[in-house]
């Protein structure tokens, strides 16, 4: 559970309510992500020792990036001190203020302000090397660029402790599909070109991608129905996210199944330290039975999320 609910979850009592309603319904495991600064304002870092006393697991502001490098820098030192991982979703917002896509041919071809890369490779530059300071850990949230990646595949070389994850969206989908302005394919960071899509796969298959995150942000019908400018970034993807990476990453020989299984279950445990997503004695039986040879069509009808 993200940090973005009302209340944000920057109190140790939010993370209680929310583990006590969770037992309550006992649908799932519920891990909290408690927020990096206080009111998502990226002023104040919270009280990071009651958090994880209260059952945080990690720590991110969600899709506020946090401008002021000093405040960042103490957010590392404190949530490096516990344990706790700091997840970055890394877009310099001077960069990317009232951006609609991607920064590109296609942006001035649509008329639409963009969002260049290098609006994601600063942002990513700047943590990284906050992190090597810091010795912390640093997570990247849904990379999108070929050059974030190449900053992230230098930093491990030298040691750093970042990890990284991709979205099936910009695994899969490119910013020409913008063309008819579909405002359900408006998602921050904004859909890249194909080059980007090639580096992002690249890296799923010589490990500096260490797991794929949907990435998931439902929105109504109703809030998306504006013009494109006013729609509100985000889409859904948990129920489509395997069978989308199966089709299109599996079945064309670009990555093997047992891969893609390793990077939807085990590759994002181990980055937030968790149990399970693996096969052993001890761990949480957690086993999913798949047709890969199955073929549906997503419907609108069939989808749990309140979000279509």
């Known amino acids: 559970c993200m940090a973005n609910t009302d209340p944000v979850i920057d109190d140790p009592s ?24 206080k009111g998502l304002e990226g002023v104040d870092i919270c009280e990071y020792h009651h958090l994880k006393e209260a059952g945080a697991v990690s720590l991110s502001d969600d899709g506020k990036y946090i401008s002021n490098s000093q405040v960042m820098r103490s957010a590392l030192e404190y949530a490096g001190m516990l344990g706790l991982v700091v997840i970055s979703h890394c877009e310099d917002p001077y960069l990317t203020n ?3 896509m991607n920064e590109s041919y296609w942006s001035t071809k649509l008329g639409l302000k963009g969002a260049h890369a290098a609006s994601e490779e600063i942002a990513v530059a ?36 970042v990890t990284a994850e991709a979205s099936p969206h910009h695994l899969t989908l490119d910013e020409s599909m913008l063309e008819n302005y579909d405002r359900n394919l408006k998602v921050n960071p904004p859909l890249r070109g194909k080059a980007d899509i090639a580096a992002l796969r690249a890296a799923l298959r010589d490990g500096t991608i260490d797991c794929i995150a949907t990435d998931h942000a ?10 494109f400018d006013l729609a509100p970034p985000g889409m859904i993807g948990l129920e489509t996210c395997f069978a989308l990476l199966n089709t299109e990453l599996v079945g064309k020989g670009e990555l093997e199944l047992i891969d893609l299984i390793r990077l939807l279950t085990s590759g994002p445990a181990d980055v937030l330290r968790l149990p399970g997503g693996k096969m052993a004695v001890g761990e949480p039986a957690d086993l999913v039975l798949v047709d890969p040879d199955e073929r549906w069509t997503p419907v609108r009808e069939n989808l749990r999320s309140r979000s279509s």
């Open 98 to 100: 009232e951006s609609q």
């Open 218 to 227: 439902p929105h109504s019908a109703i809030d998306k129905q504006v013009e």
């Open 14 to 37: 939010v993370v209680n309510y929310i583990l006590k309603r969770a037992a309550e319904a006992g649908s799932c495991r519920v891990y909290v992500n408690a927020a990096v600064t």
């Open 126 to 161: 700047r943590d990284i090397r906050l992190a090597e300071l810091t010795g912390s850990m640093l997570h990247i949230a849904h990379v999108s660029t070929a050059g974030a990646i190449e900053l992230i595949r230098q930093a491990r070389k030298r040691g750093v402790v």
